[in-house]
């Protein structure tokens, strides 16, 4: 008795681990027999996938926070020392939006890349 309790604890664990090691679909889509994924390039999901059924793009300027490490000298010290101030750096990305129609069976897919790199991938309705 203890046995077959011991089994089914086993077997729950086993189960357990292989679903977390599925790709979680919000993160990769199927094309046929292949398999894309945030990360991938323009290249490869074209490779993959073919054409997109419709393309949009723009570009857009964002701002990020840098740390920059200067050297200063210290005349009280009489010695150098390094110093890290944060400065602001403007950044262009260039945004692509793929859009996929697999048809009224499938739902659409939404592909994200910035700069050439796949970044997001989403679901919309069902296609037409």
Not at 1 to 8: A, L, P, T, V
Not at 16 to 32: E, Q, T, Y
Request: include cysteine; glycine fraction near 6%.
């Amino acid at each position: 008795m203890i046995m077959k309790s011991y089994r089914r604890y086993a077997w729950a664990l086993i189960a357990a681990v292989v679903l977390l090691m599925l790709p979680d679909p919000s993160f990769a889509f199927r094309c046929g027999t292949r398999l894309v994924s945030e990360g991938d390039s323009k290249y490869e999901v074209i490779h993959k996938c073919g054409e997109p059924d419709y393309v949009e793009s723009w570009e857009e300027e964002r701002i990020q926070r840098d740390f920059g490490l200067r050297r200063e000298y210290d005349p009280e010290n009489r010695r150098y020392t390094w110093n890290r101030e944060p400065f602001l750096v403007k950044e262009k990305v260039r945004i692509e939006e793929w859009t996929y129609n697999l048809g009224s069976t499938q739902f659409m897919r939404y592909l994200r890349f910035e700069n050439g790199i796949l970044t997001k991938i989403s679901t919309g309705d069902k296609g037409f």
